[in-house]
């Protein structure tokens, strides 16, 4: 059963249009959400969170949104650069240390 | 300092061999993790430890051994492994308290041949 899902696999987007990557949870005990960022052979990145208590947390160009109604986050990257091509994923937890849940990745192609 | 480091980088090691994965954090991180990863999956957890001591095992083969020598190493212990559990291997640790986010180190490529 997954917790955290990701249902497009991949994303094609022009250089300078925004990206937006979606994540859904069924989870209601998950109080705070998370994207990381990969490339191919490293670790994760961590790029920017949202607790449950807000609904929009922004850092430059990545903004994230959260619908606790509809249990839908997203990630909007705009302008989108060649450099963010990678594999997004969307992570979710509570409080505490018990382990973040991941989705299974988007990747994300940003063409120049 | 907002580093994970994991040693090595790469490992290439034979299915009689014993070899160590190593994680250090110095952010003071009581939580520290290991995950698997696959191409094309999302990180798997394999073992949890909290204040040192091992608080989840995802129903690990025992050929994988963790370790927890203090609050700031984490080993994973490798001993007979398969070609099926060549992947990336990845060490996480995460602080205390709400809405804190975990720190990944940059992996160990390991292959089984």
């Known amino acids: 059963d997954q917790q955290v899902k990701q249902n497009s696999p991949s994303l094609s987007v022009q250089e300078g249009r925004i990206s937006i990557l979606n994540c859904d949870y069924t989870?209601?005990?998950?109080?705070?959400f998370l994207w990381y960022k990969k490339y191919p052979a490293e670790g994760p990145t961590f790029l920017i969170s949202?607790?449950?208590?807000?609904d929009k947390n922004e850092d430059g160009r990545f903004t994230v949104f959260l619908n606790k109604s509809a249990k839908h986050l997203s990630l909007h990257i705009v302008p989108s650069q060649p450099g963010d091509s990678a594999v997004y994923f969307c992570a979710a937890g509570n409080s505490g240390n018990t382990p973040l849940v991941f989705g299974k990745g988007t990747r994300l192609s940003v063409i120049a | 300092d907002t580093e994970v480091t994991q040693t090595p980088k790469h490992l290439v090691m034979g299915m009689t061999n014993k070899k160590s994965l190593k994680c250090e954090q110095h952010?003071?991180?009581?939580?520290m993790y290991w995950y698997k990863q696959k191409a094309k999956k999302p990180p798997e957890l394999m073992f949890v430890y909290s204040y040192e001591k091992l608080s989840i095992n995802e129903s690990v083969p025992s050929r994988f051994s963790p370790e927890c020598p203090n609050s700031s190493l984490l080993n994973l212990h490798l001993h007979a492994l398969q070609p099926e559990d060549s992947a990336l291997y990845l060490c996480?640790?995460?602080?205390?308290?709400?809405?804190?986010?975990?720190?990944f180190g940059q992996g160990t490529r390991l292959t089984v041949v």
């Open positions: 989870n209601s005990m998950f109080d705070y």
């Open positions: 996480a640790s995460k602080g205390e308290g709400m809405n804190t986010e975990a720190f």
């Open positions: 949202i607790s449950s208590i807000k």
């Open positions: 952010m003071g991180h009581r939580a």
